[in-house]
């Protein structure tokens, strides 16, 4: 069976809590090393993966790269307005034809159906690197940086603010396959996937919503935001309004546990969800969670490729 990794159930708990596991450990092995320098193993000499951007990305693109790189594989860039799949050569047909030229594909794109027909017609693995739906890698990268800060999954207590979107969404999965606690704060109509609240719950995740930002970061060791306006959505001037009681700043960080971490998946629209006060803290967290992008996807491309 071909290992997609559409959204982190594809894996499941174990093999998340395993790719987290061999993500610590080939950074720890290669702390002091140049960036661009094969890990002393080379796991993936050889093997070239295939990147569509029908999306803008600076993350993604340059951690999947650099990914590759450090694995002793390599990467090609497909903006998708410079390929034939921009002038209307079907997914089906892309993925045939990259399956015979490439050992995996990440594709960044908006609708989900589209990643889900790219992998039935795909014969390598097909990896999300965020739709409209969700953003498993930057969960991948998230735990990470939670894990590497000392504090457990299982029980974690976890605030958002905002926006019930893509980067949510995947959060939430992660919270059902690792059982830890979000409190959603944010607006009414602007709630996550109820399919991914159900699931999650179903699983043992307790996940509470509440329209008040000082009841959702009480209690939370970890405050995670992100834009309030995603990539595609149309947006306007009524959700930013709708979503200005929930921007992190100080005074939301001072009420929720001492230490608490400040996480964003970035970009940040300083002055919107967060401010500079916050951000620039020794509470944030992003600079580590963007380097962990890399260390997630290697083992997220390892374990595609049935190394893990
Ligand atoms: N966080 C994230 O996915 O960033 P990019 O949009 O820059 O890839
Ligand atoms: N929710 C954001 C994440 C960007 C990395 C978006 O989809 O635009």
Partial sequence: MTRHFLDLSDAGGDAVAAMLNDALDRKAAR????????????????????????????????SFDMAMRQLGGSAIILEAGSTQLGRGET??????????????????????AKIEELAHYASVPVINGLTDQSHPCQIMADLLTIVERGIALPGLQMAWLGDGNNVLNSL????????????????????????FVERARAAGADIRFTRDPR?????????????????????????VAAMQPYQVDEALMAAAVPG?????????????????????????????????RIHAQKSVLRWALGQL
């Fill in 215 to 239: 009841e959702a970061v009480a209690g939370a060791q970890v405050v995670v935001t992100d834009c309030w306006v995603s990539m595609g959505q149309a947006g306007g001037e009524a959700q």
């Fill in 31 to 62: 702390a002091t090393w140049p960036k661009g320098r094969p890990d002393a193993d080379a796991p993936l000499a050889g093997h070239v993966l295939a990147m569509i951007f029908e999306k803008n990305s600076t993350r993604t693109r340059v």
């Fill in 172 to 195: 939430i999965e992660a919270a059902g396959l690792m059982k830890f606690t979000i409190r959603v704060g944010g607006p009414e109509g602007y709630e996550p996937d109820a399919r």
């Fill in 260 to 292: 608490a971490a400040f996480m964003h998946c970035l970009p940040a629209h300083r002055g919107e969800e967060v401010t500079d006060a916050v951000i620039d803290s020794p509470a944030s967290a992003v600079w580590d969670e963007a380097e962990n």
């Fill in 91 to 112: 997914v089906a047909d892309t993925a045939r034809v990259l399956s015979r030229m490439v050992d995996a594909i990440m594709i960044r794109t908006d609708d989900h």
